[in-house]
């Protein structure tokens, strides 16, 4: 299984950034996608995550009405579109997908793992 994060980069507060993750080697229209992040010196954290079934989808509050989290099963691919950014949102981020259906955001229940891209957003 191959997760490929794509799409990050340095912007200006308030700008907008969009991430995609395209997935190889797994049933990827039966797997559900979420996006965490870490800034430096911290965890990783939950960002947003989409189900494969009904499409449901689930934010970090400090996201909400900012990110929006979609699916194109048919490119099996997701993306991450970033708006109003701040400062706070710089992060290495990384896509994650689980064999089944969930928004869980606690990081050890996902199953695969991208390498990471690097967003900066700078004040």
């Known amino acids: 299984v191959q997760l490929q994060a794509c799409g990050g980069g340095l912007v200006q507060a308030g700008g907008s950034l969009k991430l995609s993750c395209a997935a190889s080697g797994l049933t990827f229209s039966r797997s559900s996608v979420a996006w965490f992040r870490e800034a430096p010196g911290k965890e990783r954290v939950f960002v947003a995550a989409i189900r494969w079934s009904g499409g449901r989808t689930d934010y970090a509050d400090s996201v909400k009405g900012r990110f929006i989290i979609s699916r194109d099963n048919a490119k099996n691919a997701v993306s991450l579109q970033m708006n109003s950014l701040k400062s706070e949102d710089t992060a290495v981020y990384y896509c994650?997908?689980?064999?089944?259906?969930?928004?869980?955001?606690?990081?050890?229940?996902?199953?695969?793992w991208g390498q990471g891209t690097q967003v900066t957003v700078s004040s």
């Open positions: 994650a997908a689980y064999r089944g259906s969930t928004t869980n955001p606690r990081a050890d229940v996902w199953h695969y």
